[in-house]
């Protein structure tokens, strides 16, 4: 199953990934991540990448595109796979069409803007490993350390409140778009995100499953 999650940042795209991949073991592809670990690496890539993420910006589409087509090129994407965060512009979406990429199904998980602004701002991720945690919705077992590697939890820089007001703007201007072109094709379910994971989850899985 080929999959595309879409959403706000802070939607819980990431969240609701890791459940898929863990119940169809299909892997989940977020850019945001790679883009992360690439700056993390110091490539040139990581580095043109900065300014973009840090500013709450969209990265240039041809950079992300090339980014997903060699990602999906990998041998673990031939029984399917997940997008998170990839597809976030109309070029972006065409670029998966011409390359003979077959999308199943699309998700969007819906959430208020206000709500989005409360969750990130309680969002803390693991300086070595890069796993999630909340302040209120996931906490780990100790304050403040990553449960998976004894990591450092920290704010990512662009949680900053100004950062996500940033990050919405584009994401209402340039990715919202994509629910139209996805509906035009059949694709698109929408869901609800609810105030707690697993409900989300239930409604997620549903929709595969329609
Ligand atoms: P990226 O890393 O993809 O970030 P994002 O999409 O802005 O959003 P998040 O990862 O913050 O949200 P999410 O929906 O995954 O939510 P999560 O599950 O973590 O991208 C970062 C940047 O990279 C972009 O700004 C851009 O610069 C660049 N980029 C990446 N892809 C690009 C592309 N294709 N084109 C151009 N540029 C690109 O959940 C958030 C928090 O809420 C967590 O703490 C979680 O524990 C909590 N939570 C989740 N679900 C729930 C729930 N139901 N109830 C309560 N809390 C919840
Ligand atoms: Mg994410
Ligand atoms: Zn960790």
């Known amino acids: 199953m080929n999959l595309i999650l879409l959403g706000a940042p802070g939607a819980g795209k990431g969240t609701q990934a890791e459940k898929i991949c863990e119940h169809y073991n299909i892997p989940a592809i977020s850019t945001g991540n790679i883009i992360r670990a690439a700056l993390k690496n110091g490539t040139e890539m990581g580095l043109k990448a900065k300014s973009y993420m840090d500013a709450g910006q969209l990265v240039p589409d041809e950079v992300v595109i090339g980014i997903i087509k060699d990602r999906l090129a ?33 998700v969007d998980i819906e959430v208020p803007d206000e709500t989005i602004t409360a969750r990130l701002s309680g969002r803390r991720v693991c300086a070595k490993c890069g796993n999630s945690y909340h302040m209120i919705y996931k906490f780990p077992k100790v304050e403040g350390i990553c449960d998976a590697c004894g990591g450092e939890l920290v704010q990512r820089k662009d949680d ?3 950062t996500v007001q940033a990050r919405l703007v584009e994401y209402h201007e340039m990715t919202e778009p994509l629910k139209d072109f996805y509906s035009k094709l059949g694709k698109l379910t929408v869901v609800e995100g609810q105030e707690d994971v697993e409900d989300t989850t239930k409604l997620v899985f549903a929709a595969l499953e329609d």
């Not at 673990?76 to 011409?98: N, S, V, W, Y």
């Open 160 to 162: 900053a409140p100004e």
């Open 74 to 106: 990998e041998d673990d994407c031939k029984d399917g796979f997940i997008l998170d965060g990839f597809p976030r512009t109309i070029p972006q979406a065409q670029a998966l069409e011409d390359m003979g990429i077959q999308i199943d199904k699309v």
